[in-house]
C-alpha cells in the first residue's frame, strides 16, 4: 500500500483515545453544533466540519475504530505506511496507489471481519458533500448544474481507486445561499446490498453587482439626485424578474428604505421575499454655470440647516 497521511481523528475532536462511544458522541454533537455552516460565523468552520464528520464517521464505528487504532499514532501530516498485514486483515484485497487518503480508506471500510472474514453486513454507501457556486440569476430561476466529481469507489477485485464521476444536479428556484440540498442516492455505492449513499450540496450564491442578500430578502443601492429626493419622483429600479417602477416620495432622506413587496428570491412554497432600495442621494460633481447659479440661488433663499442639531439650545 502506497504511503498515507496521517490524520488524529482524536485529536480533532479533542478526545483522548480510550474515549467511550458516549464521549465520542457527545464531542461530536458539541463541535458539530460549533462548527456547522450554516449557523456558525466562525472562520474556516466549513473545512472544520468537515474534518470533525470524518472523524467522527471512523471513531463511532466499532470495527473502523480498531481499525484505525491498529494503524498507530504519528503526527498529523507526518506519511506513514499501514503495519504488515493491516490490508489484509482490515482492508480486504487492497488499495489502488494513486490519489488515496485516510478518509479514503476508512470510507472504503466495509465491515471486513478480522483475520480476512468478509463480512456481508448491508452497508450503505459514502455520503458526499460539495458546494455548489451558482449566480443569484441562477437561483432565482433554478438551474441544473453539470457536476465533475472525483469520488473513491471499488472495482469489481474489490481495489479502491479515485474515479470521475459526471451528474447533473437540479437546484431549485430560490435557493438560499448556506442552504444544503440532499441528493438521495448520488453519493458512493453501497455495499453487500447496502444502500447508496447520499450527495449534499451546499449552495454558495456568487457576488453580485447589484444585490446584496439577506435569506430571501435582496436589498440594492438606489442613487437619487438632490432634487428626486426632495421633490419626489417615478424611477426605474433594476429587479431579477425585470425592471419596475419605484415612486419615492417627497422628502426621501439618505439611507431611507423602500420596499419593493416580492421582488426577492422566491420561498420554497410560496410567495418571495423583498427588494429593499435603499436611498444614496448622488451629488453631480460637473455643473454648468446655469446650474452653478440655481444652486447658489436656492442657498441664499433657503433657511433649512442640515447642522442645526449641533447647535446647544
Not at 462511544?21 to 449557523?39: G, M, N, S, T, W
Not at 476508512?106 to 460539495?130: H, L, M, N, W
Not at 448556506?178 to 455495499?191: E, H, I, T, V
Amino acid at each position: 500500500m502506497t504511503l498515507l497521511k496521517y490524520k488524529d481523528y482524536y485529536k480533532t475532536m479533542g478526545l483522548d483515545r480510550k474515549a467511550s462511544p458516549e464521549e465520542i458522541k457527545k464531542a461530536y454533537r458539541k463541535l458539530a453544533r460549533k462548527y456547522h455552516p450554516d449557523v456558525s460565523k466562525e472562520a474556516g468552520a466549513e473545512e472544520k466540519f468537515k474534518e470533525v464528520s470524518e472523524a467522527y464517521e471512523t471513531l463511532h464505528d466499532p470495527e473502523k475504530r480498531a481499525a484505525y487504532d491498529q494503524l498507530g499514532s504519528f503526527q498529523p501530516g507526518q506519511d506513514f505506511r499501514p503495519p504488515p498485514g493491516w490490508e489484509q486483515h482490515y482492508g480486504g484485497p487492497g488499495f489502488a496507489d494513486e490519489g488515496i487518503d485516510l478518509s479514503d480508506l476508512f470510507a472504503a471500510f466495509t465491515g471486513k471481519g478480522r483475520g480476512g472474514r468478509s463480512g456481508k453486513i448491508p452497508t450503505p454507501g459514502q455520503d458526499y458533500e460539495v458546494n455548489a457556486h451558482i449566480t443569484l440569476e441562477e437561483a432565482y430561476a433554478g438551474t441544473e448544474l453539470d457536476l465533475n466529481l472525483s469520488v473513491p469507489e471499488t472495482d469489481a477485485l474489490g481495489t479502491l481507486r479515485k474515479v470521475s464521476r459526471t451528474l447533473k444536479a437540479r437546484i431549485p428556484k430560490g435557493a438560499k445561499d448556506g442552504q444544503r440540498l440532499r441528493l438521495a442516492g448520488r453519493g458512493g455505492k453501497g455495499a453487500n446490498g447496502g444502500r447508496d449513499g447520499d450527495l449534499y450540496l451546499n449552495i454558495r450564491l456568487q457576488p453580485h453587482p447589484f444585490f446584496r442578500v439577506n435569506g430571501h430578502d435582496l436589498y440594492l443601492d438606489l442613487p437619487l439626485a438632490p432634487w428626486e429626493a426632495v421633490l419626489g419622483a417615478s424611477v426605474e429600479v433594476p429587479t431579477l424578474g425585470g425592471a419596475v417602477r419605484l415612486k419615492v416620495p417627497p422628502g426621501t432622506p439618505a439611507g431611507q428604505q423602500l420596499r419593493i413587496a416580492d421582488r426577492g428570491l422566491p420561498k420554497p412554497q410560496h410567495g418571495a421575499g423583498n427588494l429593499f432600495a435603499i436611498v444614496q442621494i448622488v451629488v453631480p460633481t460637473l455643473v454648468g454655470e446655469h446650474e452653478r447659479a440655481l444652486y447658489q440661488s436656492l442657498a441664499d433663499s433657503s433657511t433649512f440647516n442640515p447642522r442645526g442639531h449641533f447647535q446647544r439650545s
